[in-house]
């Protein structure tokens, strides 16, 4: 049964930090490009950063650059999301997503159930 649980979300101050973490289970998780997107109310979901399946590529959200880090562990089947000099705007429920792609059409698409982030004084 695959499982993307997430954790670490909370309420926090502009300025303030959080580690979002998110383990996983029941598929190869070294395998899988893994992404953390967030989704504001009333707002469509959005990636906000990818790290490749060796951890040696990542990519990030324009609006997030020099402020969140993606990384994982592989031997704990982990990635996590530092988010630092958090912004109102930052607000939003944030998704650990896990996807394998293998061509003609075929990937596996794998979510967790998202953490709540609100930045607010």
């Known amino acids: 049964q695959v499982q993307l649980v997430e954790s670490g979300g909370g309420l926090v101050q502009p300025g303030g930090s959080l580690r979002l973490s998110c383990v996983a289970s029941?598929?190869?998780?070294?395998?899988?490009?893994m992404n953390w997107y967030c989704q504001a109310p009333g707002k469509e979901r959005e990636l906000v950063a990818t790290?490749?399946?060796?951890?040696?590529?990542?990519n990030f959200a324009d609006s997030v650059k020099g402020r969140f880090a993606i990384s994982r562990d592989n031997a704990k089947n982990a990635v996590y999301l530092q988010m630092n000099n958090l912004k109102p705007e930052d607000t939003a429920v944030y998704y650990c997503?896990?996807?394998?792609?293998?061509?003609?059409?075929?990937?596996?698409?794998?979510w967790g159930q998202g953490t709540q982030v609100t930045v607010s004084s």
């Open positions: 790290i490749f399946s060796t951890g040696d590529h990542t």
């Open positions: 997503n896990a996807v394998r792609v293998y061509g003609f059409g075929r990937k596996d698409d794998y």
């Open positions: 029941g598929f190869t998780f070294s395998l899988f490009v």
